[in-house]
């Protein structure tokens, strides 16, 4: 009776666990929708954002070769993943759990729904549908839109965003919104959250020292802090905001990284200094088998004189 109730309770306990690893999306997220329809171009942006925020520890896609993890990754092509509709995946990414971390500050809406379309790219049976027009709580019926521009002289960005009626164009006033320089890894937040005034603009400072392409431009997204009253309108905008950088080669001067040509100095010494070394051993020991080998012979031939004496 003990053992059966024991059973009882481990199968009970093994229940709850199950319950509490799944990952339950609220019901307002599920039908969210791509405001873009996926396409060869949305699916290889959202194939360099995947490999180089999501590979690590999902894999390759169809490979199965995810992270040893509890609860597991998952490879997106699985119908486990597949199964989730195009809002769970968004939500899923955008807020992480657990050991996944959140992309809600690192990866704007459309790189995330860019993700979705590289994810769904392994689905043969998948058929977008998707939301032309982006609208909000805050404004029923209205496109939102925003645009940035650059104020040289005091060295600010200005956000504006408006919605569009049918009644015509009206300010989006009281929004929290934030802006983002796009990075190699992820994106660089420029100043902090700020709320849109009666014309809909937010002014935002620009970093001291910002690092630009070699024209001095740089890549800057725009989007609002509560997409759920806002919508999920976002801006990415070309500026020359920036210093002038020109990369330089990662393997222009001597380093670990380099070919073997312009490897450190030390380490080549330190490799022919091993090689010497353990080639001179192997000499010695050979030297020593010869010695051993001789005194043998000649041990051997002096026994050999002293029985035919």
Same mark, same amino acid.
């Given at each position: 009776?003990?053992?059966?109730?024991a059973?009882l309770?481990?199968?009970?306990?093994?229940?709850?666990?199950?319950k509490a690893?799944? !990952?339950?999306?609220p019901?307002?997220?599920?039908g969210?929708?791509?405001?873009?329809?996926?396409d060869?171009?949305?699916?290889?942006?959202?194939?360099?954002?995947?490999?180089?925020?999501c590979?690590?520890?999902? @894999?390759?896609?169809? &490979?199965?070769? #995810?992270?040893?993890?509890?609860?597991?990754?998952?490879?997106?092509?699985?119908? &486990?993943?597949?199964?989730?509709?195009?809002?769970?995946?968004f939500?899923?990414?955008?807020?992480?759990r657990?050991q996944?971390?959140?992309?809600?500050? %690192?990866?704007?809406?459309d790189?995330? !729904?860019? %993700? %979705?379309?590289?994810?769904?790219?392994f689905n043969?049976? #998948?058929?977008?549908?998707?939301?032309a027009?982006?609208?909000?709580?805050a #404004?029923? @019926? *209205?496109?939102?839109?925003?645009?940035?521009?650059?104020?040289?002289?005091?060295s600010?960005?200005?956000?504006? =965003?408006? *919605?569009?009626r049918?009644?015509?164009?009206?300010?989006?006033?009281? =929004?929290?919104v934030?802006?983002?320089?796009h990075?190699?890894?992820?994106?660089? =937040?420029?100043?902090?959250? &700020?709320?849109?005034?009666k014309t809909?603009?937010?002014?935002?400072k620009?970093?001291?020292?910002l690092?630009?392409d070699?024209? @001095?431009?740089?890549?800057?997204? *725009?989007?609002?802090?509560?997409?759920?009253?806002? @919508?999920?309108?976002?801006?990415d905008?070309?500026?020359? *905001?920036?210093?002038?950088?020109?990369?330089?080669?990662?393997?222009?001067?001597?380093?670990?990284?380099?070919?073997?040509?312009?490897?450190?100095l !030390?380490?080549?010494?330190?490799?022919?200094?091993?090689v010497?070394? =353990?080639?001179?051993?192997i000499?010695?020991?050979?030297?020593?088998?010869?010695?051993?080998?001789?005194?043998?012979?000649y041990?051997?031939?002096?026994?050999?004189?002293?029985?035919?004496?």
């Open positions: 009776m003990r053992k059966i109730l059973i309770i481990i199968l009970q306990l093994l229940s709850v666990n199950m690893q799944e !990952w339950v999306v019901d307002d997220r599920k969210r929708l791509s405001t873009f329809p996926f060869d171009n949305t699916r290889s942006s959202g194939q360099k954002i995947y490999n180089l925020n590979m690590s520890c999902h @894999g390759t896609p169809g &490979k199965s070769n #995810y992270l040893n993890l509890v609860p597991p990754p998952g490879d997106p092509a699985t119908d &486990k993943i597949q199964h989730n509709s195009d809002g769970e995946m939500y899923k990414v955008q807020s992480g657990g996944m971390p959140s992309f809600r500050s %690192v990866l704007t809406s790189e995330l !729904w860019q %993700v %979705v379309s590289y994810i769904r790219s043969k049976s #998948y058929k977008q549908q998707f939301r027009v982006i609208s909000s709580s #404004y029923p @019926g *209205a496109t939102i839109n925003m645009t940035l521009a650059l104020n040289e002289p005091d600010t960005f200005i956000l504006t =965003a408006w *919605a569009d049918e009644t015509g164009r009206v300010p989006v006033t009281d =929004a929290g934030r802006i983002f320089i990075r190699t890894f992820g994106h660089q =937040a420029v100043d902090e959250e &700020k709320i849109t005034d809909g603009k937010a002014v935002f620009i970093p001291l020292k690092n630009g070699s024209l @001095g431009n740089v890549t800057v997204s *725009a989007r609002f802090v509560d997409e759920d009253t806002f @919508g999920t309108a976002s801006k905008t070309v500026l020359a *905001a920036g210093i002038r950088t020109y990369p330089v080669s990662l393997v222009k001067e001597r380093a670990m990284w380099n070919k073997a040509s312009k490897a450190p !030390w380490i080549m010494l330190s490799y022919i200094l091993g010497l070394i =353990a080639w001179s051993f000499i010695i020991v050979l030297l020593k088998i010869r010695d051993i080998y001789i005194t043998g012979k041990i051997e031939s002096a026994e050999s004189e002293k029985q035919n004496n």
